[in-house]
């Protein structure tokens, strides 16, 4: 199962701190990860990171959600000029995503998270039981041009349509997650659905059946993985069935990070 990581936070850093540079960053996630649960031993499918520019950030006259995307359909160790890359670029907020491609979904590039529109970022890290039959009174619910713009024939690419339909129509980010995961959960039972959302202020995600931490840092970041990226005793595990909501502080005021049952 794919492994996801989101960040924010008031002081840009570099997305090798986050990607490639702890000592169970995302690149050693990919290869090595630790808490796989229902399957897979490694993420080699492809990878993405979305981050969100900051001198645009900063103009409020501008749009404010401006991102830049980097995806690829091999594994992220393979490409040396991310990692070269990742070490120069500098962000306060990015989604990222290692993915391992379920049996019978396609490996492309369109088909690794992060997904993008209207500035903002989702990654999925799960599967849908009985994809695709199980979703079909779902995937009606959407207008035809959605159904045909998919990012891609995968359980992922569906899931995101279905949060955007609910941003669209006017919910908060946490409520459109929570609300697709009750109505998936309805449709297709025991799906495992980490779902997490990023629009360069704020993350929020979801833990059903698969791992998922977060820790705060001093200077008033939030990271939020599907594991700790080091041993740091701030880390702290999601419960189970939780929904993850959080927005950055600064130095003198904590992150506001809260999570409670779905
Ligand atoms: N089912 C999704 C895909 O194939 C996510 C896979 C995963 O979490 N391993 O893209």
Known sequence: MCRHLAHVGPTPVTLASLLTEP???LLVQSYAPTDMRGGGTVNADGFGVGWYVRDLLSDSSE???RTALYRRDDPMWTDASFLDLAAAVETTALVAAVRSAT???PVSTAACAPFRADGRLFSHNGVVRGWPHTMADLAATLAPV???TLDAATDSALLWALVRARLAAGK???DALAGVV???LAAAPG???NLLLGDGEQIVATAVDHALSYRTHPDGAVTVASEPLD???AWVAVPDGSLLAARPGTPHDPPAVTVTAL
């Open 146 to 148: 959605d159904l045909l």
């Open 63 to 65: 749009d404010h959600a």
């Open 103 to 105: 049996v019978g979904m």
């Open 231 to 233: 041993l740091d005793d």
């Open 172 to 174: 908060d980010p946490a």
């Open 23 to 25: 000592p169970h960053a």
């Open 191 to 193: 799906s495992r659905l």
């Open 182 to 184: 009750a109505d998936t």
